[in-house]
């Protein structure tokens, strides 16, 4: 007879009963690992009730399957009580804890509640700084304000390193979190840039003068850091400093450093600077005692402080049939989530916040689905996606859809796209991005579909980029841009940004039935096998651009270095292939031309056809470089409405929907799928409705004349 608290799992390993169809176990902050789980709350004698982890489920499951009574015919699933699960370690999860596709595995949250799964550790205890020799060292508009509190008293023994290069991956170092807001390091200046004021040594060299007076009281702070656009408006990076000089206002880089070098007018900042800490919501971790100083931002008394410890929280390596529904996963160093291979790992309605890396990263598998999900406060990038075969064109089917993905790349401030592609047969859609310094879709790979997102307000601090990115690569085929509405996207460097950017012979891509308004460039493109079909251009300047036109033999010769790799690739790709005969005959005819050292044939020409330009310079197809302006030696241009009213129902308030008189429709243009563009309303969205706002950095939308 089984007696206590124990019942629950008898009943489970079938020693009391018949096995139920399904299994439901239950997850509480009042819960412990040693119990069943079979119960939603302790029982009287507490003696047994839930779990107390995500870990402790994942083991409950796998004593069920040792034991014979769960099999892969029941559906599992596991619901987590409202409260906060701090996890200093990742939760890994392998083959052996697959579901079924009849029967998946089930991670939820229970209705009406914040389930939280934290990398974070609260603390609990903070004093006003009084240290003399400290508050000398702060403005005096801090003193008496800023807090301090002893990371080894509170459990934390380590505080990770402050990340140099273009990311901050694997992990960064520690952050703090205040009332659920990731606070930012001490910093000058507190918004946006300075300049670098010259390069001593050349471009190459690894010192720069600065103007101000700040940096000179740098040189007692323990670890002084900067970041920045040191040489490029797109390469940005941070970099360790090895000495400042304030007798010639010089700053000497720790190598490695800045990649590229240093030009005069780069744009930069400092931070990781004590010194520098007099604003509500900055702080600094002293590394060598231990001690973390705070001006808290004006908040309730109980608001909760807490410092990330955790790094990645969960990885799943080759599961399959699994989902995440509705938690929040907060305040870790590295990724949230790493899924590595396996099959059909869905993660719904789901917010990923404060995160030191990355939200998800999926590596290989097929059919892993990211949907509904808030990303929001992200380190380096949103999700990262790879699968698929591009050599054989097998598609992994791997689907990012309706999540709402903004305030990304808070350290890696080029490149940390909000969706990274690689490989083949992935579908982006739906979802809304926005609030980034650099790209928001970074994609390469064959047959990918980026289709129906609302993308606005990035590019916010970088140039020479835009809203969708490749380059590089003469063979990304089948890929397809397809119904997006990309807006406002400004200047705010010299180098232009746009809504889709074609870099360096990207090729291959189809964009077609896009709304793209108030970009300061729309697309820039290369001259091989892309089209421009059936799009809608309002206030670009221009609407479109070229750099390379490939009209002769020699202009396919790429010049030594990185580009050398184009016509690798090219020769790599089995262009030969039935399939790839049937599918890209235009790519087996431009490598035959590179090949052969001749003219490319007539059929690689790019295409730009049915378009609607409205607003903007009168030369709205423009190239930048002294080559032929006669369009059709490298492009084909047809049927495009420009400089004629295109009848639009009501621009002025945002409604860019031909009126049926529209004299577009008479060179055979399609009606946009206007209301399928963005977020859509589903059971599955973490948070609805959902409210944004553009983010107007800069209005320079001025035309540069080719």
């Known amino acids: 007879m089984c007696r206590g608290g124990v019942a629950g799992l008898c009943f489970l390993l079938g020693v009391c009963g018949a096995l139920a169809a399904n299994v439901t176990l239950h997850v509480s902050p009042q819960g412990k690992d040693t119990w069943s789980g079979t119960l939603a709350a302790p029982n009287a004698a507490k003696t047994d009730g839930p779990l107390a982890s995500l870990g402790g489920a994942r083991d409950a499951l796998r004593r069920l399957r040792d034991a014979g009574t769960l099999t892969p015919k029941q559906a599992v699933t596991v619901r987590f009580q409202i409260g906060r699960y701090e996890q200093r370690t990742p939760v890994v999860f392998t083959k052996e804890d697959s579901g079924s596709p009849e029967a998946p595995v089930v991670f939820e949250a229970a209705p009406n509640g914040q389930v939280r799964i934290t990398g974070g550790v609260a603390l609990w ?3 006003t700084l009084t240290d003399t020799n400290l508050l ?77 007076e700040n940096p000179s009281r740098w040189i007692d702070e323990i670890d002084p850091r900067g970041q920045g656009y040191w040489a490029h408006d797109w390469a940005a990076c941070a970099i360790a400093f090895e000495r400042i000089d304030p007798a010639t206002k010089t700053i000497t880089q720790k190598v490695p450093g800045s990649h ?20 509500p919501g900055e702080y600094y971790v002293d590394r060598l005692d231990g001690k973390l100083y705070f001006w808290p931002p004006g908040k309730s008394a109980n608001t909760r402080a807490e410092v990330s410890v955790g790094t990645r929280l969960i990885q799943l390596d080759d599961v399959a049939h699994m989902q995440f529904r509705g938690l929040t996963f907060e305040n870790c160093r590295g990724e949230a989530i790493l899924i590595s291979q396996g099959e059909s790992v869905n993660v719904i309605g789901c917010t990923m916040r404060n995160i030191g890396h990355r939200a998800v990263t999926i590596r290989g598998g097929k059919t892993h689905r990211i949907a509904g999900c808030e990303m929001t406060r992200l380190g ?67 047959e990918q579909v980026m289709e129906y997102n609302e993308i606005h307000s990035i590019c916010l601090s970088s140039g020479e980029m835009g809203a969708f990115y490749a380059g ?235």
């Open 125 to 127: 205890k903070m004093n």
């Open 136 to 212: 000398r060292r702060l403005p005096e508009a801090a003193r008496g304000k800023v807090q301090v509190i002893s990371l080894p008293a509170q459990g934390v023994y380590e505080y990770g390193v402050e990340p140099v290069g273009s990311s901050a991956g694997p992990v960064s170092g520690i952050q703090l979190i205040y009332g659920d807001e990731v606070m930012r390091l001490a910093r000058w200046p507190n918004e946006g840039f300075v300049t670098i004021a010259d390069t001593p040594d050349g471009k190459q060299g690894n010192t720069f003068t600065y103007a101000e």
């Open 260 to 279: 590229y070098g240093f030009r005069k007018g780069g744009h930069w900042f400092g931070y990781n600077l004590l010194c520098e800490l007099d604003k």
């Open 380 to 446: 380096d990038g949103g999700i990262q996606v790879s699968g698929g075969n591009e050599r054989s064109l097998e598609r992994c089917g791997h689907v990012v859809d309706n999540n709402h993905i903004h305030d990304y790349a808070r350290f890696s401030m080029t490149y940390g796209a909000a969706v990274q592609l690689y490989g083949c047969g992935i579908r982006v859609s739906h979802n809304l991005i926005h609030n980034g310094p650099h790209v928001a879709v970074l994609f390469s790979g064959r």
């Open 472 to 706: 590089r690569d003469w063979t990304l085929v089948g890929n397809v841009i397809h119904g997006n509405y990309i807006h406002d996207i400004y200047n705010p460097r010299p180098q232009r940004n746009r809504a889709i950017m074609l870099d360096d012979g990207a090729a291959g891509i189809t964009m077609t039935q896009n709304l793209i308004v108030r970009v300061a460039e729309g697309i820039s493109l290369s001259a091989v096998g892309n089209v421009i079909d059936n799009n809608v251009f309002v206030d670009c300047h221009p609407a479109i651009s070229g750099w390379q036109t490939y009209e002769t033999p020699e202009s396919v010769t790429p010049p030594k270095g990185v580009h050398a790799q184009m016509p690798e690739r090219l020769f790599a790709t089995p262009v030969e292939d039935p399939l790839w005969k049937e599918r890209y005959p235009w790519l087996l005819a431009f490598r035959n031309a590179v090949r052969d050292k001749k003219l490319r044939p007539p059929e690689t020409r790019t295409r730009v056809e049915r378009n609607v330009i409205w607003g903007g310079p009168s030369v709205w197809l423009a190239h930048y470089k002294k080559y032929p302006r006669t369009v059709h030696s490298w492009l084909v241009g047809e049927n495009n409405l420009a400089g004629a009213d295109p009848l639009f129902i009501d621009a002025a308030k945002g409604d860019y929907r031909l009126q049926s008189a529209s004299p577009a429709f008479k060179l055979g243009f399609r009606p946009l799928p206007i209301e399928k563009m963005g977020l859509y309303a589903s059971p599955e969205r973490a948070v609805w409705p959902v409210r944004h706002e553009v983010t107007q950095v800069c209005t320079n939308l001025t035309y540069v004349k080719p």
